[in-house]
């Protein structure tokens, strides 16, 4: 995600990664705000993952961040940041809520339990930021993007979300001349939508008023993992079959979110889903050395 806004920014942006400061620790969050002093800040910082890096570690997924959330604000805030975007997720919803998924529906149940550890981080990333409007008048607004794919993902097995987890296993499987194994049974229904489009939204929403404090982002389009996994395939013309470990979990059924906020402020377009995936795929299989696995 941090590829696609870059790309799509000023030059006189700044971007800071893991590697710089470790936005968990206090100490370094003061550290980075202090040099830089930023008038407007989009925050990502998360520690992210898929059904089973959730399932396997929710003290960290809850614990890093909410630490990293709490010092990004205070600095906010103490260093008189104009205008801050936090990015939520989707698959922090309740699990069981009237569909498609408004924005005040956020804490009216508890999410799935395959990751409520870090559904339950970025609900307090909301609360927070209703304190600081409320207490300091701080323009602190939420994002929550749907599903999220593209150039420069994460494709370690252990912790990436399920685009870039088939196109890496679909990938090496052709390498090898044999067939593919996905978890579930491919019929959970998900929203995807190309990095550059959230991109695109992100920098509008951190360069303009929007009339919403919390705002649903991405393609309203749902669409099965099956399909998806099929629409890879063909991106790189495998031909062996695609086997579903149904022993696997397969996560929540569908969270579909509401768009009526966002085609407000006149975002309806979106990349066509077919070329995204194949544009993905070729940078794939062009960086498979050099990327994230």
Known sequence: MGKAIQSLSPENSIFISSSDYDLTK???????????????VIHLSGKVGGVKANMDNPVQFYADNVNMSLNIMDCAHKYGVQ??????SSCIYPDR???PIKEDYLHLGPPHESNFAYSYAKRILEVQMRSYRKQYGCNFIGAIPTNIFGEYDNFNLNDSHVIPAIIRKIYEAKKQNKSVSLWGDGSPLRQFTYSKDIAKILLWLADNECLYDLINIGDSKERSIKEVATTISNAFNF???IEWDTNMPRGQFKKPCDMSRLKRIG????????EAIVGTVKWFEANYN???L
């Open 239 to 241: 031909s062996k079959n």
């Open 83 to 88: 205008k801050l975007v936090c990015t939520l």
């Open 26 to 40: 206090k100490d370094q969050t003061i550290e980075m705000f202090d040099k830089y002093k930023p008038k407007k």
């Open 97 to 99: 809520v009237e569909y």
């Open 290 to 292: 050099n990327a994230r």
């Open 267 to 274: 975002f309806n377009s979106f990349t066509d889903f077919d």
